[in-house]
Structure formats: C-alpha cells, structure tokens
C-alpha cells in the first residue's frame, strides 16, 4: 500500500526545524496571496506555465504538487511567497523550509522533463510594493533526487507506521462490536440512522432525548464506517467543556471493549488552558518550550503516536517529557488522530484549524455535532464582529506618534455616526463606508508597524487591530443576514460611548459549506424541533435527513405539571412570588429530595430564594452566582448527592441548564418559573424584524422557538436513566398554550396542578 503525501505537508514534516516562533506580524491574507502569485505569472513570458502539477515516487511514497511556476526558455522553476515588511527579518527557519518546497519540486520537474539541470527561484513578493525580490540558485538533478530522496527516507519510517496502523485500525473497527451488553431503547434506531447517513453521504439531524447515550450511539456507528466509507478523520465537535468529557468518556469505553480497534483519540482545548508559561511570548527567546521545538517536535510527535487516548493530562504529559509547548503538539497530533474532540470553533470558525487542514489535506472527514441546537447562537457569535470605543480611546492615548493620524481619523469616522444618533440603540442596514475607509486604512498602517516593531507594541494596541480586522472582514461578508448596530451608554455625560457591532442574525451561509465539505455531518441533540427552524438557521443542504428518537423512558417516570395560576411575566413578577415558594415547599414537603428550580434571571431567583429561605428555614438551599468559574459550578454540583436533600436555583439557560448528569436521587425534580423567552430588549426586537422579513416568524425564531428549547432541556436533566422517577413544575399560564405544548416532548404526559397552584 503506497502513502500519498503533498509536498508541503513533506517538507513541514522534514525540514521545520528550530524555533517555534508566533510573534506576530502580519502577514498576507489568502486572498491577497492568491492575488500575489497571479501578478507574478502575470509579469512573465507567454512560454510561462503556472501551477505546474507534478508528482514523484520513492518506493512506497508518492508525493505530489503544484509547482508555483516554470520558464521553460530560462529552464528556472519559481515558487512565489507573498509577504509584507521586511524581508531581512525573516527567521532562517523560514528561509530554509521554503528552499527545501523548491527542491522538491525542483526534483520532481527535472525527472518529468527528463532535465539534468535546472535553475531554481525563490520570488518573494512584497504585496504592499508590489516589488519582487528573486534568489536564484541552479541544480543539477543528481542533488535534487538526493535531497528528495533524504527528505522521503526521513518520512519513510514514519508513513510506513501510518500505514500500517490505518491497516489496523480499519481492520479492527470493521469487525468492532457495540461496547454495552445491548443497546437501550432508541439508541440502535440512532446507531443505525448515523451508519446509513456516512455511507449515502448525506446529513442526519437527530433529535434525541437526554439519556439514551447519544455520544456512544453516533461515535460506535462512524468508527464502524471507517473502512468501508475510507475515512481519515472523525471530528467530535461540542459547544462546551462537559460534552468533551463525556465524548472522551464514550471513546474510552469504546478502547477499553475487548475488539476494540488501535484508536488515537485527540482532545483539543484552547490555547489559555494549554499553556504552560501564560507570562511569557510564543517563541524562543522568552518561552523555554518554543525555543529548539522543531528539534525536539519529531521525538515528541512519536511518543505522542503511541498513545490510544491523546486527552489534555496525557498530551501534557508527554509534551513536558519532551520539552515542547502541549498546545502545539496537539496541533501537530490533529494531523495523525483518528477520531478530534474539540469545540465547535475548531471547525465552524472563519480561520478553524480542523477545517483548514481537511481542505488543505483533501481528507474524507465525518463530522459530529453535539448538542447541535447551542450551534445557533455560536455560529453566530463566530460570524459577528464588535468594536469598543473606549478601547479607541486607550489605544489612542498610548500609541506611536507614527499612528495617532490614522487612529484619529477613525476616531473622527466614529463619533460622526454616534453624534447623528439620537437613542441608545439604532439598527442599520447597512455597514457605514466612512467608517470602514478609516478602518481599513488604519489597520493597514498599524500592520506596517507592527512588521518594523515586532516587539514594540503593547498588548492593548494589538488586541484592538485583531478586533479591526475581524470587523473589516466581517464587513466585505455584510448582507441581509447581518444588522449593524450602534450601541450607546453613559447617555447621560456629555461624552458618552459606544460599541459597534456587524452581527450575525442567519448563520447558515456559513455553516452550510463546512457541513457539506464533510462526507456526512451528523447534528444531534435532545432539543432540534421544529426542523424547520434549526435547518434555517444552520443551512443544512436539503436531502438532510431528520429523525425523532423514540424515548427510553415513560410517562409514568416523569410527572409533568402544568401550574397554568401562575404567570412570571415581569409585570406580575412580584405577585408570583409567594405562589412560587408555597408550591416549592409543598411539593418539597410531599416527597423531599434534590430537586432544581430554574429562573429568567438572577434577580428573581434571589427574591424567590430570599423568601423561601424566610418562609421555610428547615429547606436546605444553595445558588448559582454571577460569573462562576469552573471550580464553583463544581461546588455547586456536588450538593446533590445521593443523600441529601434541598433546593438549587439555577438561572435557565446558564451552567446547570443543560450538559450536567445528575442520576438516580440526586435530582428528582425541576420547578421552571419561566418560558425562556430571551430579554424583550431593543436587538432582539430587531432580530425579531429581521427574523419577521426573511422566514415571516419573527416572534417564533427569535423568543418561543430558543426559549422552549432551553425549558426542554432543563427538564431532561431530571430523568438521566430507565429506573429514575422525577416530577417537573412548569410554571407559567403560557405553557397550557397549545402551541407551547407541541414543543415539549411527545413522551410527557401532561397534567394540571391547580392543587399545587398555591392561591
């Protein structure tokens, strides 16, 4: 079996060497570089061939590419690098690696044309100049297939092992057995629907109730169509910390089952939760683990190799051992994994890493989204762009003499808008021109500098031309699925301030072609109903197919009632309170336990909490605060134990909303005092219109379709298995809406609770 490997990808694998280094400088965007190489062609010869395919074998290796361009009368093979600053600060490292692409496809040309020399160029364009700057170096062919031949012995070894372990892998996963002594209910009709999906090549949305083990009912499916759909890769996306866990869990239990195939399973995270040294820059000469990590990076990346589970604790580990940076290594390691857990932004961002290399590799990937419905309101944070004033004006306090011009003219731009603005808030259909001329000239001007100061600008500065150049790209993408606000506070100082936002309302158009670049991408969640709406919003090609698993789990386990007396409205917030707390505490009283009660917001929670505490002192509570961190959601969750009893108020929508698993009598049951419908606010309201002009369902698609959802999924952490027994209050009058009620899942039985209204 021969091993195909691009160029590029070769020479990143045997000629990176050195220092890791990400001092920024900015550097070309795609486009701008694919401009670059078409004016370079442009300026040659009419003999002149461009993107010149070529390919090589070295015994089972085959290696191919497109060789930038070829002057057959100068017999010169160029490879073009676009750039901007300047040149001579290049590290050598770059130099070197970009030499070694040129040789190879130097090799590769002489044996196509039967050359026994040949003159190779390195054509490095400055994109701002427009200036050409070409180092030419001729070859004979003996040292060109020499130097191709070193490079493909050094990765020899290593695809020799790659290729045997997909021939293992794929061997042992085709004869792979379900990991559980027999599926629970629903979760075969998933496995199979989830098989069928990958190998018809189509999308599958899966609504699929918490509790029937979703995580293990799609991954074991995909690691069964491994070989006969030939994957490379599966992805394993998830919105938040816990589904990586409970994916790394799944995959666990999978490796751990007595056929199981030889896995490299990969956890991702982000890079400030990776880091070993936050005080200190990423490159050699301030962090220990950049400098040399090209040198250390190939004992690593094989140690690496040897492991089934890649999670954070063991990448770590063997990053420590070998003295390199664990982020990058896992970076590195995305490469040869068979299976990536990582966060949605990993895949569905404008720059995500695991969609750049699966284009860039033209690997056959499988995708599965987890928890699929928070891919709404992510996708649209991904796909929006802000900027803050006051940001404007401490940059502008503190910047080089070289930019206060260009700052000042934004400046100038901004405050033009803001001044013709007579409220807090205003939405507009368009991005201002204005506004967006002085931007992109200043972003312009603070890149030039930062390509002659590398190392002498400050954190603040930075970060605001990170934010420019988001807002600008977003800007060239603005359209009627976009709105451009302008915020306001402080209305009442005479120098108020503002924050401008391009956002996102559709983020379909985005989503669309990372779901389709996948041989299947699998969306799935206990709440995707109705398909309508999230196949909208998400873009989903339209052969998509769409199941409702049947539920494990039966009426008689979950008492659902409806508290229709009860309105939590805000107007009549201050009235519902003592109904709230008579009915927590009856209910508390009749069958004590652990139970949740989920609120619209912190506010009324504490005034519940508050005189629930005074009414009844001998009911343990405890409550989610602003702002927890990870350590305090634990704390919190550890007061349901098995044998405690009390009362957690949780805000709906937040930490304890969904993603937590608290079986058996460590929750028995949920109060929700609210429809979770989003703050009536002036953007939602706008939303609401936009929503109203392209799907006419404003109000559905922007408050009752998103805030049931979240009601739905607060319910489901009370009923985790077939044996647990729970009761749900729903307090609000709206619930009794029919229109409500065809939300909430068929397998509820619904019921009144005028005896439990409390007066």
Not at 548 to 577: G, K, N, Y
Request: glycine share 6%.
């Amino acid at each position: 079996m021969s091993y195909s490997i691009a160029v590029r990808a070769l020479c990143e694998f045997t000629a990176k060497v050195g220092d890791l280094d990400l001092r920024f400088t900015p550097s070309p965007t795609a486009l701008e570089g694919i401009v670059g190489h078409r004016t370079v062609a442009s300026r040659r010869s009419g003999d002149y061939q461009s993107e010149v395919a070529l390919e090589g074998h070295y015994r089972t290796l085959r290696v191919k590419g497109r060789a930038d361009g070829y002057d057959p009368v100068q017999n010169c093979l160029e490879e073009v690098k676009t750039y901007r600053g300047d040149l001579s600060r290049q590290p050598a490292n770059h130099r070197q690696l970009h030499w070694a692409q040129a040789k190879i496809y130097g090799w590769l040309m002489c044996q196509k044309a039967g050359l026994e020399q040949i003159n190779l160029a390195l054509v490095y364009f400055d994109i701002v100049s427009e200036k050409e700057t070409c180092l030419v170096e001729a070859f004979s062919a003996a040292q060109l297939e020499q130097f191709f031949e070193h490079h493909c012995q050094l990765f020899l070894h290593w695809a020799q092992q790659e290729v045997a372990h997909r021939e293992a892998r794929n061997l042992a996963a085709q004869a792979l057995t379900f990991p559980h002594a027999s599926f629970r209910p629903g979760q075969r009709h998933l496995a199979e629907s989830v098989f069928k999906a990958v190998s018809t090549g189509r999308c599958l949305m899966a609504q699929a109730p918490t509790g029937i083990g979703k995580t293990v009912g799609t991954l074991f499916p995909m690691l069964k169509a491994l070989a006969p759909q030939q994957l490379d890769k599966i992805f394993f996306l998830t919105a938040k910390t816990p589904g990586r866990k409970l994916a790394l869990d799944a995959a666990q239990v999978i490796i751990d089952s007595a056929d199981a195939p030889p896995l490299r399973v990969l956890e991702m995270i982000a890079r400030d939760k990776a880091c070993e040294h936050p005080d200190k820059a990423c490159h050699g000469e301030s962090c220990p683990l950049a400098q040399g990590f090209y040198d250390r990076l190939p004992a690593a990346r094989q140690a690496a190799s040897e492991l089934t589970l890649l999670n954070q604790a063991a990448l770590r580990e063997v990053a420590l051992e070998h003295d390199v940076c664990p982020y990058y290594l896992s970076q590195e390691m995305a490469r040869w994994a068979d299976v990536v857990v990582a966060d949605y932004n990993y895949y569905f961002d404008f720059s995500a890493l695991l969609f750049g290399l699966a284009q860039a590799n033209n690997w056959r990937v499988a995708t599965l989204v987890d928890e699929a419905h928070n891919l709404v309101e992510r996708g649209r944070q991904m796909y929006s762009a802000s900027l803050d004033q006051s940001a404007l004006n401490a940059v502008r306090k503190t910047a080089p003499e070289a930019l206060k011009k260009s700052l000042q003219r934004v400046h100038r731009e901004w405050n033009a808008l803001h001044n013709q603005q007579l409220g807090a808030y205003q939405a507009y259909d368009r991005a201002p021109e204005k506004l967006l001329q002085a931007l992109f000239s200043c972003s312009a001007s603070i890149g030039d500098y930062l390509n002659d100061h590398p190392q002498g600008v400050d954190s603040g500065l930075q970060n605001f031309y990170f934010d420019m150049l988001q807002f600008g790209r977003v800007a060239e993408l603005f359209d009627e699925q976009y709105l451009f606000d302008i915020s306001k506070r402080d209305l009442e100082r005479k120098h108020n301030l503002s924050t401008l936002c391009l956002r996102n309302v559709v983020p379909a158009g985005f989503i669309r072609p990372r779901l389709t670049a996948s041989r299947t991408a699998v969306l799935f969640s206990a709440t995707l109903s109705p398909r309508h709406y999230y196949a909208d919003l998400l873009g989903t090609p339209p052969d998509t197919v769409w199941i409702d698993v049947e539920s494990p789990f039966h009426a008689d386990q979950l008492q659902v009632h409806i508290v229709s007396q009860i309105s939590t409205r805000f107007v009549h917030r201050q009235a519902s309170l003592g109904p709230i707390v008579e009915l927590m505490a009856r209910q508390f009283t009749e069958r004590p336990g652990n139970y949740l009660a989920f609120f619209s917001s912190f506010d009324y929670l504490q005034q519940v909490a508050q005189r629930l505490a005074e009414a009844h002192p001998h009911i343990n509570l405890w409550s989610q605060s602003r702002g927890m961190g990870e350590g305090q959601r634990q704390t919190f969750l550890d007061q349901f134990t098995a044998d405690s009893q009390g009362i957690g108020f949780a805000v709906l929508g937040g930490a304890f909303g969904e993603g937590i698993d608290l079986p058996g009598a460590r929750l028995i049951g949920a109060f929700i005092a609210t429809l979770g419908l989003a703050q009536l606010n002036p953007i939602n309201e706008q939303l609401k219109h936009r929503m109203a002009a392209i799907f006419g369902a404003g109000y559905d698609y922007t408050y009752l379709y998103p805030g049931v959802q979240k009601v739905v999924q607060a319910a489901g952490r009370v009923i985790r298995t077939q044996q647990d027994q729970g009761v749900v209050m729903l307090i609000d009058d709206r619930f009794a809406q029919g229109k409500v009620k065809q939300l909430l899942p068929r397998w509820w039985a619904l019921g009144p609770a005028a005896c439990h209204a409390g007066g």
